[in-house]
């Protein structure tokens, strides 16, 4: 029986809280930018990804790669839910000694495919995994996870081309839209509208979901791939920051540590105890 | 060169399915008989060097072996992020190889020049470096290649390459060929160029010279102990490259001699910092540069008197 759909927002919430905690602890990291892609990860590594801890190279998995490798921190918390990570790592994750770094490492971390963090790496990476399967006759699929600043890489538009060239219809790209880069909102940066239509044109079969929202992600994962012989792009409209009012829809929290009273704030948002300046 | 690497692939993917041949949109022509023989083991990405590099890297975490090809210039620097992170921090079994190094693309001038390749690609960890100096040579390092299991960078000339090696001779993966023997001056060269300074070792030869000239067709790892021995030899050691000086052959090898507190005169023939100059015959830019026979012997002799 797949979990419900509430069992999931339970996750969702309890990922949120790790993510928090984790980056509180190294003193350093991308919030909001793990915060907005937590319902996509809870959604895909409960009943849409064929993965198992037991055997995380197995040749016939899945593959999950985060290409927005800022967001590592909010997979760390998936894996450690889904049993390839212990979670008593998870508060080691910016400390010395311990292998969960601001970006992921595949040599490290059991369940990371790739090891992210430069923007516009994973999905020519995935293109080749998702190559691979057709070239084998392998029925595995591949999912990147790109971030919508990042689509401002060429490489990103490099693969955009390639994949439906090659009819890679084993292959999405879920791009976590939430319209804001490092320093402001794209639309004043080097804007992508319009969007969907950009990957319409390149060939890819395109939907457009509310990303924060677990019962339509399932939907559209569910009807994968939505046009045979071709590859999909799931534009996921997403909030930066989604848990945390203050850091909501907010470019200046993309990197930056709250202070003890911020600090307070959050954890009484995200239903985490809060004493003497020590998340509990 | 590049006839001696298709041959050598063509037998590899002959043997082994999961070596692959991708090329960013050229030599497509010399690629007709392994592409008609193997199909499915063959890859125009188009160009666009970032996405053959990285979908090479994806390739090769699947099992496969890609030889992703195309001119030096654009696969080291068009992608070397890709290089860095998707291949050698991964270490990915691909197999970056680069056509016309240096600057064997004479008329086609400096953005078709690859004359900081050395320093660049030795930086990497991970990496093994190939430069081979002829077709023969060409065709071993390729099948060597195969064998090592992770990131190889190989840099060839172009097609109608001249021959160094007249018969077989012994190859070993890191390990420099004394080509002359000799107790007055070592020089040390790679890749095409290295016929120019084997050209001028002859005639110092026959000038009464005791050159002694090593190939140094593996880069990284390099032969420190081929190196030591003709610094401790000869006392004087001669660097001919067809790369900017910065990093390249002579930094490695002044490296080696740094590293172990070993002491002899020496000098580097190279560019001098700056990009090439000129059109021309190959030869031709030989000389606008300074990197000719006449060159060589001067720089040669300069180490000889001092």
């Not at chain 2, 600057?103 to 093994?128: C, K």
Request: hydrophobic share 40%; proline share 4%.
């Amino acid at each position: 029986m797949p979990l419900s759909i509430e069992e999931l927002e339970v996750k969702a919430r309890k990922v949120r809280q790790e993510i928090f905690k984790m980056i509180c602890g190294a003193g350093g990291g991308h919030i909001p930018a793990c915060l907005s892609i937590v319902e996509i990860l809870v959604t895909l590594y409960n009943g849409v990804l064929r993965v198992n801890p037991g055997g995380p190279r197995d040749p016939g998995r899945d593959r999950f790669i985060l290409s927005k490798g800022h967001g590592g921190v909010a997979l760390y918390a998936i894996l450690a839910d889904k049993g390839f990570l212990d979670p008593r790592l998870l508060l080691t994750h910016g400390k010395k000694g311990t292998i969960l770094g601001g970006h992921p490492d595949m040599h490290k971390v059991s369940g990371i495919e790739a090891s992210t963090g430069a923007l516009g790496h994973g999905l020519p990476f995935g293109a080749g995994v998702a190559l691979a399967a057709k070239i084998d006759a392998k029925d595995y699929r591949v999912f990147v996870l790109v971030g919508d600043g990042e689509c401002q890489e060429g490489s990103i538009w490099e693969a955009a081309l390639f994949a439906p060239q090659m009819r890679l219809d084993n292959l999405t790209v879920i791009v976590d839209h939430n319209k804001l880069q490092a320093m402001g909102s794209l639309d004043d940066i080097i804007g992508l509208s319009p969007f969907a239509d950009k990957w319409k044109v390149f060939g890819w079969a395109v939907e457009e979901v509310d990303g924060n929202n677990i019962s339509d992600l399932r939907n559209t994962f569910g009807r994968l791939p939505l046009k045979p012989g071709r590859p999909t792009c799931i534009v996921a409209h997403t909030l930066k920051g989604k848990g945390i009012s203050f850091m909501e829809n907010a470019p200046i929290w993309h990197y930056r540590m709250p202070n003890p009273e911020e600090m307070k704030m959050a954890c009484a948002e995200l239903g985490l105890a809060f004493e003497d300046g020590v998340i509990e | 060169m590049r006839n001696a690497y298709l041959s050598a692939l063509y037998d590899l993917a002959k043997e082994n399915k999961n070596i692959m041949a991708l090329i960013s949109d050229n030599g497509a022509i010399v690629y007709d008989q392994y592409r008609a023989d193997f199909p499915e083991q063959y890859l125009n990405c188009g160009i666009s060097e970032a996405n053959m590099v990285g979908v090479s890297a994806g390739l090769a975490s699947c099992g496969k072996i890609p030889f992703a090809y195309t001119i030096a210039n654009f696969i080291v620097y068009r992608a070397f992020e890709q290089i860095r992170n998707d291949v050698c921090l991964q270490k990915m079994n691909v197999k970056l190889v680069g056509i016309g190094v240096g600057f064997v693309y004479s008329i086609l001038g400096p953005t078709h020049h690859t004359t900081e390749d050395i320093a660049l690609m030795r930086a990497l960890p991970n990496m093994t470096i190939f430069s081979p100096c002829d077709p023969r040579e060409a065709k071993k390092v390729t099948y060597a290649a195969a064998q090592i299991n992770g990131p190889v960078y190989i840099r060839l000339a172009t097609g109608g390459t001249p021959k160094v090696y007249e018969k077989d001779y012994d190859f070993q993966v890191g390990r420099g060929v004394v080509l002359r023997e000799g107790r007055d001056l070592t020089m040390i060269s790679t890749g095409s160029i290295l016929l120019e300074a084997l050209q001028a070792a002859d005639q110092l030869k026959a000038e009464g010279v005791g050159v002694r000239f090593i190939n140094m067709h593996t880069l990284k790892p390099m032969d420190q102990a081929i190196i030591l021995k003709a610094a401790r030899e000869t006392s004087r050691i001669l660097i001919v490259e067809d790369q900017n000086l910065q990093g390249g052959l002579g930094s490695a090898v002044a490296e080696t001699l740094a590293d172990n507190a070993v002491v002899c005169r020496f000098k580097r023939l190279g560019l001098q910092d700056v990009f090439t100059e000129g059109y021309g015959s190959y030869q031709d830019l030989k000389e606008i540069n300074g990197i000719a026979k006449k060159n060589i012997k001067d720089a040669a002799k300069g180490l000889l008197e001092a």
